[in-house]
Nanobody, 121 residues
C-alpha cells in the first residue's frame, strides 16, 4: 500500500509565492520519478514539473512555469517539493502529486488527492 500525502497550496495574490510538498509512504522499494500535475476547471490535467530520482536527478518543466517554479526532492524522506514563485492567475488549478513507485509489484503510477492553488489578480 502506497500513499502520497500533499500539503501546501491555498490562496495567494498574483506575484506571490507558494510551496507544495508531497510525501510518499508505504511499502516502497524504489521511486523512479516524482512530479506535479495540475488541472484547471474545464481543462485536461497537465504536467507542471517532474524530477527523476537517482544519481543525477534531471528535471522537466512545462514551458509555462519555467523560471518561476522549482521542483526538488528529499530522497531520504521520499518527498517532492514544488516552489512556485511569481504566481499568475492562470496558475490557478488543483495540483496533483505523482510518483512512479516500485513496491513488491512492478512500477506503477500513484497519485495524491490534489491540493487547490488559487491565484487572485
Amino acid at each position: 500500500q502506497v500513499q502520497l500525502e500533499e500539503s501546501g497550496g491555498g490562496l495567494v495574490q498574483a506575484g506571490g509565492s507558494l510551496g507544495l510538498s508531497c510525501a510518499a509512504s508505504g511499502s516502497i522499494f524504489s521511486i523512479n520519478v516524482m512530479g506535479w500535475y495540475r488541472q484547471a476547471p474545464g481543462k485536461q490535467r497537465e504536467l507542471v514539473a517532474s524530477i527523476t530520482r537517482g544519481g543525477s536527478a534531471s528535471t522537466n518543466y512545462a514551458d509555462s512555469v519555467k523560471g518561476r517554479f522549482t521542483i526538488s526532492t528529499d530522497s531520504a524522506k521520499n518527498t517532492v517539493y514544488l516552489q512556485m514563485n511569481s504566481l499568475k492567475p492562470q496558475d490557478t488549478a488543483v495540483y496533483y502529486c505523482n510518483a512512479e513507485i516500485r513496491t513488491t509489484f512492478p512500477i506503477r503510477s500513484y497519485w495524491g488527492q490534489g491540493t487547490q492553488v488559487t491565484v487572485s489578480s
